[in-house]
């Protein structure tokens, strides 16, 4: 391994994105493999060789192999606490944990695999399937709304600063707002004013993917 960080994904991966925001923000060097899920490369051997489950992010750093998004953000932030992305409160950083869990469990199928999915990329799920984003469309509600709930009037996710949760909601949030949902979805109380606030972000700004 390299002394220079070495991130293997594409920036088209809302995970890779967030990631690729923490780095940003913490001013970390870092060398790219842009291992492209669209293009079936993370099934390939050299990359199950990474990653027996054929996902990205995988980041090589100081020695070790880390996968997982949340896993690897943490790290960094221990690794360069400054500017931290993970609150210093107790309270808070349950907080971020817990909407960081519920977007891995009920939020990155709805928002990207039903709905987003379904208008940008339907190939790559075997077609349009309806049933699919009206299911997704409603998941991708029933949480945005509990994690407005847990926002409340502060201004990110999980407190005062802007933490893992609102990087790793963001990139999903993006690739919702190219269709025609996202009308739907601005509609969950609060969600819009964060939007705005995150879309002024200029570490989350620095990492849109390029499309077409
Ligand atoms: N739990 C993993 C999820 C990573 C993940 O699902 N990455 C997607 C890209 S955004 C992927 O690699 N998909 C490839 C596939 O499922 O074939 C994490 O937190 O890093």
Redesign the pocket.
Known sequence: MTDIPVLY?FNG????RTVRTVLAKKSIAYDQVPVN?LAGE??QPEHLARHPF????VLDIDGLRL????A?CRYLDDRTPEPSVVPAGAKDRALMTEVINMI?SYG?NAM?GGVAAYHLFPDFVGGKNEEARQQGLEDTKKLLTLIMEIKGDRPWIAGEQPSIADYLLGPLMFYLSLTPDMGEVLGVAGLEDWWDRLSADEHFVQTEPALG
């Open positions: 994904g991966s809302t995970y890779v899920v993370t099934r054929g996902k990205v992010p996968r997982e998004t949340e690897i891995g990155y990207l």
